[in-house]
């Protein structure tokens, strides 16, 4: 019981909006055209991500709920031919922006069929993201070692701040291996998602839609540990570059 009242503490902690400095309230000072396709191809990344942590279907009547976090360590650079035009992304300046992370809460179900929907929510440094999706296990899964399982992953969200919306979808095909304390994965997908540019914002390009897609790729690792606990690690590479993923859950 201690545990998981550490763990609950943790998840609200995670899900909290209460930072110094809403990073994404920045975006109206500094978005030009020569940012804002960058700036929409790692938003997608971002909320791409996260996506499977497990690597495998739950199986039907399971379930799972916790918090994850999603991380871009530096926002890829702006169009551009100097190395000051490169600096200006849709946030600020890159070196000034730093690392970026998003966290959000998220619940997962086990249906028939080898299908497992989830919904995820947050709202966070002037941002809040809602959506959810499917799993769907290609294969029968085998629970013995050494066994791969196939798994297709579809999402939809749709993000809100003050001076942008977006709409996000995004596919990937998930490769897990059963091994005895851990189960490693592998995953790619397409993040295809639509930016619109308010009114409100302080540009010539407000009123503006930018569309864009962009390849990310996956590589981790989930443990079960103690107390019905679930820890996920991954690594992802993106328009943005290198990323990161983590997700400590319940499940049953």
């Not at 990073?23 to 109206?28: A, H, K, N, R």
Request: net charge neutral.
């Amino acid at each position: 019981m201690k545990k998981l009242t550490v763990f609950f503490v943790f998840l609200l902690a995670c899900i909290s909006g209460a930072q110094a400095r809403n990073i994404w309230d920045d975006f109206g000072t500094h978005v030009t055209e020569k940012n804002v396709r960058p700036f929409t191809k790692d938003l997608g990344g971002l909320i791409g991500s996260g996506t499977y942590t497990t690597g495998r279907v739950l199986g039907w009547g399971g379930f799972q709920i916790g918090p994850r976090g999603s991380m871009i360590f530096k926002m890829s650079e702006a169009n551009g031919e100097t190395h000051a035009d490169k600096q200006k992304t849709a946030l600020g300046d890159r070196d000034e922006v730093g690392t970026v992370f998003y966290p959000w809460l998220q619940a997962d179900i086990g249906l028939p069929f080898r299908i497992d929907g989830f919904i995820r929510a947050s709202s966070f440094q002037g941002m809040t993201i809602a959506g959810g999706g499917l799993r769907w296990g290609i294969t029968q899964p085998n629970e013995m070692l050494g066994s791969l399982q196939p798994m297709l992953v579809v999402a939809a969200h749709s993000a809100s701040a003050r001076d942008f919306s977006a709409s996000h979808y995004n596919a990937s095909l998930v490769l897990s291996m059963k091994i005895k304390y851990f189960v490693p994965y592998i995953g790619g997908g397409v993040d295809y998602t639509t930016l619109h540019i308010n009114s409100v914002a302080a540009t010539a390009l407000a009123g503006d839609n930018e569309y864009a897609a962009t390849a990310r790729g996956t590589v981790g690792m989930n443990f079960k540990l103690p107390s019905y606990l679930d820890l996920s690690l991954a690594a992802n590479y993106a328009h943005y570059g290198l990323g990161a993923e983590a997700s400590l859950s319940v499940r049953f």
